[in-house]
């Protein structure tokens, strides 16, 4: 079992900028690490993936906004946010595979003025 605890969500107003960040009770080497989100209404959609050799993937709508990284000595995956729109407003999961997947219990990240 893996127990991801996430943090650093919140209000933001378009244009602003957030970090969020994951902290795994178990080790994240050779684990897939990643961060998906859902806005009221709509499924689960990917934001981006990030294996522990830094190989990452994100989806084409926060290309070039988001950006993805793990600290392996402390068991973290984070993922910062700039040039926030409205349609990134969501709430935002951590995600952890390696023998199986696990959840976090979702951070919400709300961009309005």
């Known amino acids: 079992q893996v127990q991801l605890v996430e943090s650093g969500g919140g209000l933001v107003q378009p244009g602003g900028s957030l970090r969020l960040s994951c902290a795994a009770s178990?080790?994240?080497?050779?684990?897939?690490m990643g961060w998906y989100r859902q806005a009221p209404g709509k499924e689960r959609e990917l934001v981006a993936t990030i294996t522990t050799g830094g190989l990452s993937n994100y989806a084409d709508s926060v290309k070039g906004r988001f950006t993805i990284f793990t600290d392996n000595a402390k068991n973290t995956v984070s993922l910062q946010m700039n040039s926030l729109k409205p349609e990134d407003t969501a709430v935002y999961y951590c995600?952890?595979?390696?023998?199986?997947?696990?959840w976090g219990q979702g951070a919400q990240v709300t961009v309005s003025s």
């Open positions: 995600y952890y595979r390696r023998a199986a997947a696990y």
């Open positions: 178990r080790s994240i080497f050779n684990a897939i």
